[in-house]
């Protein structure tokens, strides 16, 4: 089992970046990604269901950051928009085997498989 992600990069602020995570080897029926700024702890960001129909947002990012998954390609997106240098962490897609929920999706322990992260730096 492999989740993959990247798109990670320097920005300036007010602009965008997409992330991907490429799922193989398993099928997750929840999907989230979370980030971990440098010396603090992990928070979660995003989470979505199989169909992409529920999505679950942090209050820090919703109306800016869209979470979305094409599962004919085993991959799942973060869309982000507006950036800002609070943004600035390492970005990590995490895989549920057993879905997730309003408030599971936003427990770390909710999800089996983590990927490596992907580093995203956004300059005021």
């Known amino acids: 089992v492999q989740l993959q992600a990247s798109g990670g990069g320097l920005v300036q602020a007010g602009n965008s970046l997409t992330l991907s995570c490429a799922v193989s080897g398993a099928t997750f029926l929840g999907m989230g990604w979370f980030r971990q700024a440098s010396g603090k702890d992990r928070q979660f960001v995003a989470a979505?269901?199989?169909?992409?129909?529920?999505?679950y947002y942090a209050d820090s990012v919703e109306g800016r950051f869209s979470i979305s998954r094409d599962n004919t390609k085993s991959m799942v997106y973060l869309q982000m928009n507006r950036l800002e240098p609070e943004d600035t962490a390492v970005y990590y897609c995490?895989?549920?085997?057993?879905?997730?929920?309003?408030?599971?999706?936003?427990?770390?322990?909710?999800?089996?498989?983590w990927g490596q992260g992907t580093q995203v730096t956004v300059s005021s």
């Open positions: 979505i269901n199989w169909s992409g129909s529920d999505t």
């Open positions: 995490a895989g549920a085997f057993n879905g997730v929920g309003r408030y599971s999706g936003e427990s770390d322990g909710t999800y089996d498989y």
